[in-house]
Nanobody
Framework: QVQLVESGGGLVQAGASLRLSCAVSGRTFRSYNMGWFRQTPGKEREFVAAVSWSGSPTTYADSVKGRFTISRTNAGNTLYLEMSNLKPEDTAVYYC????????????????WGQGTQVTVSS
């Protein structure tokens, strides 16, 4: 288990950019796969992006390919989600997660979760 704290969410206009951060801590935080998921009321938690513990491969949901970029610091203590050309349908609570399972597109393969950060995109 690791501790995760998201930040960087906010209210932006469609077409804007935003960077989410996830502070990662714990004795073995560097050895975990990392991912971003999002959830809106009435919908299942949706996969957004993930990166393996080794830094590759990265994986993206089709809905965000070309717009979002996931990355992590070399030390593994910070996970980022760079979001560009935001759309109203991107509005959700975004969660970072750490895990050791596969595939990385499946939430069940992540064991530790942050509290989430709200991203709201207006038209």
């Amino acid at each position: 288990q690791v501790q995760l704290v998201e930040s960087g969410g906010g209210l932006v206009q469609a077409g804007a950019s935003l960077r989410l951060s996830c502070a990662v801590s714990g004795r073995t935080f560097r050895s975990y796969n990392m991912g971003w998921f999002r959830q809106t009321p009435g919908k299942e938690r949706e996969f957004v992006a993930a990166v393996s513990w080794s830094g590759s491969p990265t994986t993206y949901a089709d809905s965000v390919k070309g717009r979002f970029t996931i990355s992590r610091t070399n030390a593994g203590n910070t996970l980022y989600l760079e979001m560009s050309n935001l759309k109203p349908e991107d509005t959700a609570v975004y969660y970072c997660a750490a895990g050791s399972g596969w595939p990385l597109t499946q939430a069940a393969n992540f064991q530790s979760w942050g509290q989430g950060t709200q991203v709201t995109v207006s038209s």
